[in-house]
């Protein structure tokens, strides 16, 4: 069977990436490495490409991994490789950097194509008992119609309160600024105010897991964004990145789902590419504004483009550190970190279990703690840790420190396996796609953030609390026959 034109191009790129490398390791050659490194990253967003429909989430995962990591790889490129971090690293460091992130993509390259043309029968939902049948469901009879009613209304009731809070946050770190949030924030709210706008956000995931009609969502969509803004203005950008890019991976799935007209045209995607680059810049200028940097030196525009690359691909710095004080770092097992953290700190375990409980950008929390990101941070520099500032995570150095680069590929792998199958959203249930939307955030931030955090999603306390009280509610709310006449509709855009 003749390859088509584009596939073949892809994959003579990703030969000749990988060839290119190998030659360039062998030579000690740093930026033919980098070349090769952009050129297997091509191949895989050519991958994308190619079925964008089903490799949607794919393509959005290579987006915020050239996002987070391969800023640097494409400043070195340009001719402009020195940056506050470097003098910490040698040529060692540097290689073993770049044979990380090589490992990484290659190993996305050849095991997401294996998942598409390999039938796993649990995963896929059948046997060869029972066969894969076409599931056609209705999203509006009585069950869904509560559930999406009870969802919204209490999304409608305790955004006010994630509002309130999230604006309390904005207005200490203009005040205060960034790296004293970590180290002096405390809310000015009740507990029980701070845990009602935690909730929130889960109602938003269960309406939305529902699949209401387009013009249902617009509303609820507009308010998670404004809160989404609100977060960023705390100091955070991937209060911002995560939750648009979620908006955005779901609208795009709904052009399959259960809907007449898509949710999504090439219109809009044009619209969302030309929009990229302006919105990265500005996430690029309020970085420098939330630190306080300035420059008014006069950068030519090369100079200006290798900044930027560099600021947005800071965490691979993450991957070099690691290697820097792998012989210093504590004992644990940080890929796991994360979700051990929070099985040891949750409430029901301290209600049975009194076990310690340490603060972040504290000395105990970066000595005991399960956490990369604290321990790393704690050796790069003290001072610089304690203030409350930080120097992040990545799955690739925590797979590393734990597996060696076995490790990466293990968990490459396992990333793989969550975005061929967490988002296949057809003929699944309520519970399943709220939980996968929930994991989405994490998965997309796996760049630079911990490993397992999204697995920390799917036993979250605060998301099955939410979960019981929206199902509990519909079920009183069908018996009492409190809603409106549920009738099947058609999807109208």
Same mark, same amino acid.
């Given at each position: 069977?003749?390859c088509?034109?584009?596939?073949?191009?892809?994959?003579?790129?990703?030969?000749?990436?990988i060839?290119?490398?190998?030659?360039?390791?062998y030579?000690?050659?740093?930026?033919?490495?980098?070349?090769?490194?952009l050129?297997?990253?091509?191949?895989n967003?050519?991958?994308?490409?190619?079925?964008?429909k089903t490799?949607?989430y794919?393509?959005?995962?290579?987006?915020?991994?050239?996002?987070f990591?391969?800023g640097?790889?494409?400043?070195?490129?340009?001719?402009?490789?020195?940056?506050?971090?470097?003098?910490?690293?040698?040529y060692?460091?540097?290689a073993?950097?770049?044979?990380?992130l090589?490992?990484?993509?290659?190993?996305?390259?050849?095991?997401f194509?294996?998942?598409?043309?390999?039938?796993?029968?649990?995963?896929?939902?059948h046997?060869?008992?029972?066969?894969?049948?076409l599931?056609?469901?209705?999203?509006?009879?009585?069950?869904?119609n509560?559930?999406?009613?009870?969802?919204?209304?209490?999304?409608?009731?305790?955004?006010?309160f994630?509002?309130?809070?999230?604006?309390?946050?904005?207005?200490?770190?203009?005040?205060?600024?960034?790296?004293?949030?970590?180290?002096?924030?405390?809310?000015?709210?009740?507990y029980?105010?701070?845990?009602?706008?935690?909730?929130?956000?889960?109602?938003?995931?269960?309406?939305?897991?529902?699949f209401?009609?387009?013009k249902?969502?617009i509303?609820?969509i507009?308010l998670y964004?404004?809160?989404?803004?609100?977060?960023?203005?705390?100091?955070?950008?991937?209060?911002?990145?995560?939750?648009?890019?979620?908006?955005?991976?779901?609208?795009?799935?709904?052009?399959?789902?259960?809907?007449?007209?898509?949710?999504?045209?090439k219109k809009?995607?044009?619209?969302?590419?030309?929009?990229?680059?302006?919105?990265?810049?500005?996430?690029?200028?309020?970085?420098?504004?939330?630190f306080?940097?300035?420059?008014?030196?006069?950068?030519s525009?090369?100079?200006?483009?290798a900044?930027?690359?560099?600021?947005?691909?800071?965490?691979?710095?993450?991957?070099?550190?690691?290697?820097?004080?792998?012989?210093?770092?504590?004992?644990?097992?940080?890929?796991?970190?994360?979700?051990?953290?929070?099985?040891?700190?949750?409430?029901?375990?301290?209600?049975?279990?009194?076990?310690?409980?340490?603060?972040?950008?504290?000395?105990?929390?970066?000595l005991n703690?399960?956490?990369?990101?604290?321990?790393?941070?704690?050796?790069?520099?003290?001072?610089f840790? @304690?203030s409350? %500032?930080g120097?992040? &995570?990545?799955? $690739?150095? *925590?797979?590393?420190?734990d597996f060696?680069?076995?490790? +990466? =590929?293990?968990?490459?792998t396992i990333?793989?396996?969550?975005?061929?199958?967490?988002?296949?959203?057809?003929?699944k249930?309520i519970?399943?796609?709220?939980?996968?939307?929930?994991?989405?955030?994490?998965?997309? @931030?796996?760049p %630079?953030?911990?490993? &397992?955090?999204? $697995?920390? *999603?799917?036993?979250?306390?605060?998301?099955?609390?939410? +979960? =019981?009280m929206?199902?509990v509610?519909?079920?009183?709310?069908?018996?009492?026959?409190?809603?409106f006449?549920?009738?099947?509709?058609?999807?109208?855009?």
């Amino acid at each position: 069977m003749r390859c088509k034109p584009l596939p073949l191009s892809r994959l003579l790129l990703l030969a000749l990436g990988i060839v290119v490398f190998l030659f360039s390791y062998y030579l000690k050659n740093l930026f033919g490495m980098n070349i090769s490194i952009l050129m297997v990253w091509l191949s895989n967003i050519f991958y994308g490409c190619e079925k964008i429909k089903t490799r949607v989430y794919y393509l959005a995962f290579m987006g915020t991994f050239f996002t987070f990591l391969l800023g640097k790889t494409v400043s070195n490129i340009l001719g402009y490789s020195e940056n506050e971090y470097s003098r910490y690293f040698n040529y060692s460091i540097d290689a073993h950097t770049c044979l990380c992130l090589f490992i990484a993509l290659v190993t996305c390259s050849f095991v997401f194509p294996l998942l598409e043309n390999l039938k796993i029968s649990i995963l896929e939902g059948h046997t060869a008992e029972k066969p894969a049948i076409l599931y056609t469901m209705d999203y509006y009879t009585q069950e869904y119609n509560s559930v999406r009613t009870v969802a919204l209304l209490l999304f409608y009731f305790t955004i006010p309160f994630a509002l309130l809070v999230g604006l309390d946050k904005a207005i200490f770190v203009s005040t205060s600024g960034y790296a004293d949030f970590y180290v002096n924030y405390t809310s000015r709210f009740p507990y029980i105010i701070v845990k009602l706008g935690d909730f929130c956000r889960v109602a938003f995931l269960i309406f939305l897991a529902t699949f209401p009609r387009k013009k249902e969502t617009i509303i609820p969509i507009i308010l998670y964004v404004c809160l989404a803004v609100l977060g960023m203005f705390s100091g955070k950008r991937t209060e911002l990145i995560a939750p648009l890019a979620m908006v955005i991976l779901y609208a795009v799935s709904r052009n399959h789902i259960n809907t007449v007209k898509p949710w999504v045209t090439k219109k809009h995607v044009w619209l969302m590419v030309a929009a990229a680059p302006f919105m990265l810049a500005a996430l690029y200028l309020y970085n420098n504004y939330r630190f306080g940097f300035a420059n008014s030196e006069k950068l030519s525009i090369v100079k200006s483009a290798a900044d930027f690359f560099d600021s947005t691909g800071f965490s691979v710095n993450v991957i070099s550190f690691e290697k820097l004080y792998a012989s210093v770092l504590p004992d644990k097992i940080y890929s796991f970190g994360d979700t051990i953290d929070y099985l040891r700190e949750n409430l029901i375990t301290q209600m049975f279990v009194k076990l310690p409980v340490y603060s972040s950008n504290t000395v105990e929390k970066a000595l005991n703690g399960n956490l990369l990101a604290e321990a790393i941070t704690y050796r790069y520099s003290a001072p610089f840790y @304690l203030s409350g %500032r930080g120097l992040g &995570s990545c799955y $690739i150095a *925590e797979a590393y420190h734990d597996f060696g680069y076995g490790g +990466i =590929v293990l968990w490459s792998t396992i990333y793989c396996l969550a975005l061929k199958y967490l988002f296949s959203f057809e003929g699944k249930g309520i519970i399943y796609c709220t939980l996968s939307l929930q994991a989405l955030r994490s998965i997309l @931030l796996a760049p %630079r953030n911990a490993a &397992s955090l999204f $697995i920390s *999603e799917y036993i979250s306390i605060d998301t099955w609390l939410v +979960i =019981v009280m929206v199902f509990v509610g519909a079920f009183i709310w069908r018996k009492l026959d409190l809603s409106f006449t549920f009738r099947r509709r058609s999807y109208e855009s």
